[in-house]
């Protein structure tokens, strides 16, 4: 596994380096993973483990081939339904490779996953404004999945999310997700879902302006030259819109 060529440092650097010696085992009570603090992290390194082969981790583990993938072997869910579920999946993933390898092998597989985590959560374009509305997530994962880029690999081609959170957070992961082959030309591809990403933000503001749209009813008026001197000079001081000034002066009687 190549590392990404930054300069951003990991958060919990220092706390780990200073911690080298500690153990993944037992799982629930390691520190070393505390980095994994977040939904969007812990979705992503349950998909980077889950299609990781020893070769790609540049890593030999015991009973494996090369192309073999350790998630598979290891004793570990192979479909957990929730953050919690991955997260235990994540942790165990470490415990059993250092049972399986040694404590160093597993702490030098989380370093690198740690800085691949930092580069992509460095590149790729905020999401946080996808709302939680459940309409607005069943839109959104419906339109990533007719996506010809989308509809036969990666998360939203096999993922079944169980509720609207559960499905928002796989939006997110599509875009995150990465494929072993994919790594040693990350930017032109981060950079193309950069692209996506930011087609998908602007057909949900077209969808909800349409929306708004619905609600509003065209009319034509006739003013006189000097009320429209004066309109404009509103909407140059106030950097509005004709509609929302004459809108203010209709319900409220004057201008906010």
């Known amino acids: 596994m190549r590392r990404p060529e930054n300069n951003q440092q990991r958060p919990n650097q220092a706390h780990a380096e200073a911690n080298h010696s500690l153990s993944f085992i037992p ?15 812990t979705f992503w390194c349950w998909l980077f483990i889950r299609s990781a082969s020893c070769a790609f981790l540049g890593k030999q583990i015991a009973d494996l081939q090369d192309s073999d993938i350790p998630y598979k072997f290891f004793e570990v869910s192979s ?20 049972k399986k390898s040694s404590r160093a092998t597993a702490y030098e597989v989380m370093l690198e996953m740690q800085d691949e985590w930092l580069f992509i959560a460095d590149k790729t374009k905020d999401m946080s404004w ?36 559960e499905k928002r957070m796989a939006i997110i992961a599509a875009f995150d997700e990465l ?18 990403i930011t087609n998908l933000k602007a057909a949900y503001d077209k969808k909800m302006g349409s929306k708004s749209d619905k609600l509003r009813t065209q ?27 004459i809108e203010q002066l209709l319900l409220n009687g004057r201008l906010d």
């Open 79 to 98: 479909n957990p339904l929730t953050h919690d579920e991955r997260l235990v999946a994540v942790k165990k993933y470490f415990e059993k490779m250092e």
């Open 179 to 196: 494929f072993p082959e994919e790594y040693i030309h990350r930017l032109d591809i981060i950079k193309y879902r950069n692209h996506l």
């Open 130 to 165: 996808l709302p939680r509305k459940e309409s607005v997530v069943c839109w959104a994962w419906d339109y990533i999945r007719k996506l010809s880029y989308f509809s036969n690999k990666g998360i939203s081609s096999w993922f079944q999310p169980r509720n609207v959170t």
């Open 27 to 41: 799982a629930d009570q390691s520190r070393l993973l505390d980095w994994v603090d977040s939904e969007r992290i």
């Open 219 to 245: 009319i034509s008026v006739k003013i006189s030259k000097h009320a429209k001197q004066r309109l404009d000079t509103l909407m140059k001081e106030r950097g509005a819109t004709q509609q929302s000034i």
